[in-house]
């Protein structure tokens, strides 16, 4: 199974979720999305950077978040990050917050499938 | 997924009820329209309900004035199903573009001071005036439909400490800075809120800095979640005007999110 695929299932597992992205945090950069709508790149990048200063803020309070979330009127993103030492992060921009431990265990796994097939 | 699919027809009713209510009032009768028109507002809902409705139906520039026992009490320009422009005794109401550039602040922001105006005035009465000159729908102007939301008492109730009222029972400790400047703490436990305390001083330059902060930042109501240890998680919450961080077991943290985000949802509705 892809990449692509793999997110794709995340998204679609995952009631009301619109979008789930792998990206890498360290450059801000959103590698590889599946969407139910159009987002655009500034949109992605910024998430991205909205979760970087999140997760510098919980790294400076106590060690090995893995976990980020970030609500808005609109949605709720969540953010995971590889627990593997690399820079990897999934993003998922979904509609309420109740899927919040469902998304953080399915995109912790992917992340760890990913690193191991590195 | 019946709830999704309720909601959903719910959605796609909408704009057909809306079709349907303006076609039943085209066909009221001019007596009728007259009359509603001469009805006089006797409190902030009733006023806020009869005003959306008239900027509701107003698409080229009008003045319009709201009159009291005493006179004109305040004028308003309305243009393109918007309200524009609010006067109320000759002064009038500055909405700050860059920091209220929502549409909801700024429809809160008119309702706000229209509900002063109703209590101060008593019944008032909503008259034509005139054209008004063409006049640009900028960012601060708020449609009908964003200031009818603001005809109950309640669409005024502060949100963020709604959400504090809701998710104070499961916070392990909070520190609340309201936007008068009132600070407020709840701390059962020392060392939370030792830490809440470390989190708020690398917060400071954030929040005195929100000129360089990204779009999504700046946009309105955020809440943000994260470990602030092995066992807590830290929410930082803040409405554009006050701001709460507060500590919650993780194992609640969804709950807590959902509490935010039902509050702020609703409030768009």
């Known amino acids: ?118 | 997924m019946r709830h999704s699919s309720n909601a959903h027809m719910i959605a796609q009713d909408e704009p057909v009820h809306r079709l349907r209510d303006a076609l039943l009032r085209v066909t009221e009768s001019s007596e009728t329209l007259r009359e509603e028109k001469a009805t006089l507002s006797k409190d902030c809902a009733e006023l806020i309900d009869r005003l959306s409705q008239e900027i509701d139906e107003t698409v080229l520039p009008r003045k319009l004035a709201l009159l009291s026992d005493t006179g004109v009490a305040a004028v308003l320009v309305v243009s393109n199903r918007r309200l524009i422009e609010l006067e109320i005794d000759a002064r009038k109401i500055v909405i700050d573009a860059e920091k209220d550039s929502d549409a909801d602040t700024v429809a809160r922001s008119y309702a706000a001071a229209l509900k002063t105006l109703s209590a101060r005035s008593g019944p008032l009465r909503l008259r034509s005036v005139c054209r008004a000159p063409q006049i640009a729908t900028g960012s601060t102007a708020c449609t009908a439909r964003h200031l009818a939301k603001y005809s109950t008492a309640s669409s005024f109730e502060n949100r963020m400490k709604a959400f504090l009222k809701l998710c104070h029972p499961s916070s392990m400790g909070w520190i609340y800075w309201s936007g008068d400047g009132q600070n407020l703490a709840h701390d059962p436990h020392k060392d939370t809120i030792k830490r809440l305390r470390v989190l708020e001083q690398q917060l400071e330059p954030q929040a005195n800095n929100q000129g360089s902060l990204s779009r999504l930042d700046r946009s309105g109501p955020i809440c943000s979640a994260f470990a602030l240890s092995e066992d807590l998680q830290a929410v930082i919450a803040t409405d554009g005007k006050d701001r709460l961080i507060a500590a919650f077991p993780r194992s609640k943290i969804a709950a807590v999110m959902t509490n935010w985000h039902q509050v702020f949802k609703h409030a768009r509705q």
Not at chain 1, 22 to 39: K, N, V
Not at chain 1, 96 to 111: C, D, M, Y
């Open chain 1, 1 to 118: 199974m892809t990449l692509s695929d793999r997110l794709d299932e995340l998204r679609h597992e995952v009631h009301g979720c619109t979008l789930v992205s792998f990206g890498d945090i360290s450059t801000g950069l959103a590698l590889r999305t599946s969407a139910s709508r159009h987002y655009k790149q500034d949109y992605l990048e910024e998430i991205l950077r909205q979760a970087s200063q999140n997760f510098a803020l919980s790294d400076l309070m106590t060690e090995g978040n893995d976990l980020v979330v970030v609500a808005t009127p609109d949605e709720v993103r969540i953010f995971v990050r590889s627990t593997a030492g690399n820079s990897d992060v999934v993003c998922c921009v979904c509609e309420s917050a109740s899927e919040i431990p469902r998304v953080a265990q399915s995109a912790q796994k992917l992340l760890n499938e990913m690193s191991r097939a590195a």
